[in-house]
DNA sequence: CAGCCTTCCTAGAACGTTCTAGTGGTCGGA
DNA sequence: TCCGACCACTAGAACGTTCTAGGAAGGCTG
C-alpha cells in the first residue's frame, strides 16, 4: 500500500461513472431502483476502483447495526467450538459477529467496554465470571444473552446445559456398569460447580446410594484434579464423576500414579467433552454439551430481544449427553 | 433494556449540561481546552445519562482507525496465547484489536472481508493458508502482517519462528542423550512443514548421521500420527522428532499401544508447546515460539507500516526454543 | 391529449463524532 | 488606557454512508 492514497468511497465511483451518490449506494446495496444497464457500469467502475464499502459510516448513518457482540475467554474449554456455531448462526440471520476475548492479562470489564463503543446491537457472553450485579447493569444498556451459567436476573437472557442433569447421565451410566461406590471431585467456587454437585447427590439419593455419597474438594485445574487422586488413593471408591475434564485428567494421572488401573480398578468420568478428552490418548467418557444447538438458540434469542420480540421463558436449559469413551468399565471384581 | 430508548450522544451531554457539544467532545477525549469546574460538571452529567461513545462515528470523522484487524483460527494450536499477547502489544501501542475467525465453515476470504469492511488499518495474520497472490493482493489495499508462515513477497511483512532451528535443537538434544537412529513424522503440504523437514536433515547431516534420515509421511492430525507409529514398528528408531504435538500425541499413543515404552524405548519431540502438551498426562518435550516477542513484533511492525515508516527487513524470523518435558530420555541400552 | 403510473435517477439532509476557525472575556504589561 | 496573549468556549463543516422527497421521462388508459 502506498501511503497517503485514501480509499476510494462512494463518491469517487459515482464521479468516475458519472452518475449520483445515491445512486452507487443503491446498486452497492443491490437495493431495487437502478436500471440494469447502469447497474453494470457502476459495479464495474467500483471494482476497477476497489471500492470497499465503509461499515461504520454504513451503520452510523442506516442506525441498525446488525452486529453482535461476543465476549470469550480465551483457553475455555470449546469456546472454539460455540464460536463457530455462533457464526454460522449469526450468518444464516444475516448479523455479523465481533469478537473481544478475555485473556489472562484482559478482564471482562475491558471486553466488555469495546464492544460497547462498537455498538453492537446485543452481546453474547460466553461463561461470564462477572457479579450478577454487573451483568444486570450491562443489561441496561443493550440485550444480553448469557451462555453457559445460570443468572438469576430478569433483564439477563441465559442459555445453559442442564448442569445437574449432565451428572445424572453420568451417574447413571457408573451404576448400570455396576459401580456403587461413587465419588465426586468438587469444582469449588467456580460457575455451574453447584450444580454438578447438586446433580450427583441427587442421582445416588435415586439409586438409594445416599450412604455412599463421597465429595472430594477440587477445582477446575489439572493440579486440583491430581490432589483429589491423593485424597482418594487411601481408600479408593470404583468410580468417580469430576467437574470438568481439565481436573479429571489430573485424577487420571494421580490415580495411575497410584498404582490404580483405569478402568480397570476405578471408572473416571470428566465434563465438557474438551477437545483434549478426545485424544486417544486421553480417551475420557465424558458429559457434552449440545454446542450447535446452544449457539444457535443464543443468537436467536439476541434477534429476538433487538427485535423487541416478546420472550416467553429468560432461560433456556438444554440437556447434555454422554459420550461414553474408554475411562469407564464395570467395576473389578471382589 | 426498554425498546426504542435511544443511546444518548454528545447532543443529549451538552443540552443537559448547557454547554456547546465541542466542548463535550473535548471533555470526553481529555483533550486539553476545558476548565477544571466545567470538565467536572460535564463528566458527572455524562455518567448519569450513560453516554457512550460511538467509535464508528469517532473513528469515521478522525480518518485515523488505530484498529489492527486480526484473523485467527479456532483451533489452532497456540492462538490463545498469541491473541493475549496481541491484545497487551496493542493496548500498549495505544491500538484496538478487533477480531475474525477462521472456523471449520468459514474460510478465510470470509474472515478477511470482514475486516476490511471494518476499516482496519492493518491486518494480522495468524497462520494463514491462502495462497501468496491473495495476500499480496490484500497487501495492495493495507499493510499485511503475516505470523507463522513463510511469505515470500516484498509487499507482504512476515514474523515467524526459524522452523529449521526448531529442528536443530530437537535433534541436538536427541544426540545428546546418546540416539542417533532419529526419525522424523513429516507435516506433509502443511504451512512450515518443509522447513521442519529440511531442518531435520540437515540436522541429521551435521551429526554426520545421513545414512539415517528417515522420513516418514504424517500430517497434522493425531490420527496422522497414529499411522506413522504403525509404520514405525517394524523397526523403530529410537527418537522422533514431529511435525506437531497433535501428531505426536497420536504416535506416542500408537507406540505405547505397539508395546513400546517411552521414553524407556523411544523418544518423542513435538513442536508447538500447545497447551495440551503440557497436561501432566501428556507431558511431551516440544519446540516451543516465542509467541510473546512475536506477538510484540506483529504489532510494532504493523504500526511502523501504517505510519510509513520505512521498515529495514521484511521478514523476522525468531529463534524458538526447546521445552524438555518427559517424553525424552537416553537411549535404551542394547 | 390530459392525467396518472412506473421507472430511473438526483439533491440534500441526517447519523454522532472531531476539527478548524473562530468569539469573547480576563489579565498583565507598557 | 490600550494592546496582545491567553483561556474557555462555540459554530459549523466534514467524514462516508443511507434515507426521504422528489423530478424527469416514458408509457398506458380513457
Given at each position: 500500500m502506498r501511503a497517503g492514497e485514501r480509499r476510494p468511497t462512494l463518491a469517487d465511483v459515482a464521479a468516475e461513472a458519472g452518475v449520483s451518490v445515491a445512486l452507487v449506494s443503491i446498486v452497492m446495496r443491490g437495493?431495487?431502483?437502478?436500471g440494469a444497464t447502469t447497474r453494470q457500469q457502476v459495479l464495474e467502475v467500483a471494482r476497477r476502483l476497489g471500492y470497499q464499502p465503509d461499515s461504520r459510516a454504513r451503520l452510523l448513518r442506516s442506525g441498525e447495526s446488525r452486529l453482535l457482540g461476543v465476549v470469550f475467554a480465551v483457553r475455555h474449554p470449546f469456546h472454539d467450538d460455540v464460536l463457530t456455531g455462533l457464526y454460522d448462526a449469526a450468518d444464516r440471520a444475516g448479523y455479523e459477529l465481533t469478537l473481544s476475548a478475555v485473556t489472562p492479562r484482559r478482564d471482562e470489564r475491558t471486553a466488555f467496554a469495546g464492544l460497547l463503543q462498537d455498538r453492537c446491537a446485543a452481546l453474547i457472553l460466553l461463561?461470564?465470571?462477572?457479579p450478577t450485579a454487573d451483568l444486570a447493569a450491562l443489561a441496561e444498556r443493550l440485550p444480553v444473552v448469557v451462555m453457559f451459567r445460570a443468572v438469576r436476573h430478569r433483564a439477563v437472557d441465559v442459555v445453559r446445559t442442564d448442569d445437574a442433569r449432565g451428572l445424572h447421565l453420568a451417574v447413571d451410566h457408573l451404576v448400570a456398569l455396576g459401580h456403587r461406590r461413587i465419588a465426586h471431585v468438587d469444582g469449588a467456587r467456580w460457575v455451574a460447580a453447584g450444580e454438578r454437585r447438586r446433580g450427583y447427590q441427587d442421582a445416588m439419593r435415586r439409586h438409594g446410594l445416599e450412604d455412599l455419597i463421597r465429595v472430594i474438594p477440587g477445582g477446575s485445574g489439572e493440579e486440583d484434579g491430581a490432589r483429589a487422586a491423593r485424597l482418594l488413593l487411601d481408600d479408593p471408591p470404583t468410580a468417580v464423576t469430576t467437574f470438568n475434564d481439565l481436573s479429571a485428567t489430573g485424577l487420571l494421572d494421580g490415580l495411575r500414579r497410584g498404582g490404580?488401573?483405569?478402568?480397570?480398578d476405578i471408572s473416571v468420568v470428566g465434563y465438557?467433552?474438551?477437545?483434549?478428552?478426545?485424544?486417544a490418548h486421553i480417551d475420557l467418557t465424558t458429559v457434552a454439551q449440545d454446542i450447535d444447538a446452544m449457539s444457535t438458540l443464543a443468537v436467536t434469542r439476541a434477534i429476538e430481544r433487538i427485535a423487541g420480540t416478546p420472550v416467553a421463558h429468560r432461560e433456556t436449559v438444554i440437556p447434555p449427553h454422554l459420550v461414553v469413551r474408554g475411562t469407564t468399565g464395570p467395576p473389578p471384581m471382589r
Open positions: 437495493a431495487p431502483g437502478a461463561g461470564p465470571l462477572a490404580l488401573d483405569v478402568p480397570g465438557d467433552d474438551s477437545s483434549f478428552s478426545r485424544l
